[in-house]
């Protein structure tokens, strides 16, 4: 056993900061403004459920873990795997409940014990959280305030931190694993956790009521277009149609609002492409997984402290193009690089694929305008739509709905121009029929438009596929009374 311990369990001595309890490398010196490190030990924090523990366990906690914090070797336990370093926690505790004289269940000292490994090992009060596989987000509004998104729904919790100092060091600790530092002098920061969850802090003076910090938890097993159709986000036939329209390397954007389920979309789809194609993917932060055996995946670099060494996304797209992709995918579209993605998907790299955040079709295409001009290109407004319709074939909707529930509200294709004015074509649609009274949930149903004879039918027919294509339309209208299919609703 190791770790130096006073007998009487009462000198004290300077605890180093979270970060380094954890091992993970300091990659730079935090600067001057950053925040101290604590100069005594972190607050115990308060676990999730407040209301059910008492006052007296946050005063044992306090004493426990202000003993713990005295006693051992921070350093060395930062040596240790995670599982050695809950052994030689366990050990002390159990040594200093029994010094102390501290009256205690054999459950409440479990639940002692997990709380403060918590907070030495891990992400303090986060962790019940980030154990949690249902949870869509997590999202940390200061101290005291922490939501967190399941089933569609966001909904507060009870869990709180000792104070904005300890979740200022758990940011800290979260973004130095992947080499990145925030602080006041830079208070933005995008991360990933080991789990490969995407993490963004923003920290005071930015955030006013203390840092915040947006969590979006990967899912060990991400969903796939069958689970999609299990919960009722598309229809069977929509998610044939998605998978003809992944194989023929029709150029996708996926557009939708926050959290909508684009990236899952984006990842279901990629899922269609064959193993033996190139595909690069571009991403802010690394969320995709893709199945297929020959990926490339390339992440954007923010600036370092002296404002040197960004590496947009535009860079990495522009990259690709002398990467020999066959496909190229872009996490999330949001500036100049959409005219990169347009150039790539127009010359020769049919099947690329990104997602936008837009609320329907047509405002996927304005929005893509709006990005190209932003980014400074010179051009006419006409020729940016030229070149949109003559890149993108197909734009797939999704949207969260007021209910919570996830859904794909358009399968639409792009088909040209008349005049001034992009044209679109529904194929699929999602139409709200209704509500249950009883527990809210909209009713709705999938239906195609008519279309019998897509944009990219030719696309099908070269790949053998338009009889499934032909099968998955029809199977999708809905007839009205007289028996007639329904009609197009263009977008
Ligand atoms: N159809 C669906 N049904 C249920 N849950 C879904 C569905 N699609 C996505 N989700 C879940 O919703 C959460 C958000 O999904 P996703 O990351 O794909 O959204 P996004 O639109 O890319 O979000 P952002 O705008 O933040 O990038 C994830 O936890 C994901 O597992
Ligand atoms: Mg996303």
């Not at 535009?314 to 100049?336: S, T």
């Not at 047509?362 to 290109?377: D, K, L, Q, T």
Request: net charge negative; proline share 6%; hydrophobic share 35%.
């Amino acid at each position: 056993m190791f770790g130096r311990r006073s007998s009487e369990l009462t000198t004290t001595r300077p605890v180093a900061p979270q970060a380094q309890v954890a091992g993970a490398p300091q990659q730079r010196k935090p600067a001057e403004s950053a925040p101290p490190p604590p100069s005594r030990a972190p607050e115990p924090p308060e676990p999730e459920n407040r209301s059910q523990k008492s006052e007296e366990y946050y005063d044992v906690k306090t004493t426990v873990f202000n003993a713990l914090i005295d006693t051992i070797d921070l350093t060395q336990l930062a040596k240790l795997d995670a599982a050695a370093a809950r052994e030689e926690i366990r050990d002390i505790v159990s040594e200093i409940i029994q010094i102390k004289n501290v009256v205690m269940s054999i459950a409440e000292q479990e639940e002692l014990l997990e709380d403060i490994c918590n907070d030495v090992l891990g992400y303090g009060p986060l962790e019940p959280l980030l154990a949690r596989d249902d949870i869509a987000d997590i999202m940390v509004n200061g101290a005291s305030t922490t939501f967190i998104e399941v089933g569609g729904k966001v909904q507060k919790t009870g869990v709180r931190f000792a104070d904005n100092l300890q979740l200022m060091n758990i940011c800290q600790r979260i973004v130095s694993h992947v080499g990145r530092r925030v602080d006041e002098s830079s208070p933005i920061c995008d991360a990933r956790l080991p789990d490969g969850s995407r993490v963004n802090v923003i920290a005071p003076p930015l955030a006013i009521d203390g840092p915040a910090l947006t969590i979006r938890k990967f899912k060990k097993d991400k969903l796939k277009l069958e689970q999609l159709v299990k919960f009722g986000s598309l229809s069977p036939e929509g998610k044939m149609i998605l998978e003809i329209i992944g194989r023929v390397r029709c150029n996708v954007v996926v557009s939708g609002g926050t959290g909508s389920g684009k990236t899952t979309l984006l990842n279901c789809i990629s899922g269609c492409v064959d193993n033996d194609e190139r595909i690069i993917t571009c991403e802010d932060s690394a969320e995709l997984q893709l199945q297929q055996p020959h990926v490339v995946r390339l992440e954007t670099r923010p600036a370092n402290l002296e404002g040197e060494g960004q590496i947009t996304m535009r860079d990495l797209v522009k990259n690709c193009l002398r990467m020999r992709p066959e496909r190229i995918i872009v996490g999330e579209v949001r500036g100049p690089e959409a005219f990169d993605l347009l150039q790539a998907m127009n010359t020769g790299h049919d099947g690329s694929m990104g997602t936008l955040h837009a609320n329907s079709p047509r405002e996927a295409i304005s929005r893509m305008e709006s990005m190209i001009m932003m980014g400074g290109f010179a051009l006419p407004t006409k020729t940016i739509r030229e070149m949109i319709t003559g890149s993108v074939d197909v734009i797939v909707q999704a949207a969260r709905l007021r209910d919570g529930s996830r859904k794909i509200t358009h399968i639409t294709e792009v088909l040209g121009m008349e005049g001034d004015v992009v044209t679109l074509q529904n194929i699929l649609v999602y139409e709200i029929l209704g509500e249950d009274p009883k527990t809210g949930k909209l009713i709705g149903r999938h239906r195609s438009t008519g279309i019998a004879r897509p944009k990219f039918w030719e696309r099908a027919e070269y790949y053998g596929l338009t009889d499934k294509l032909s099968e998955a339309l029809s199977a999708a209208e809905v007839k009205d009374r007289n028996g007639n299919p329904l009609g197009e609703r263009n977008g």
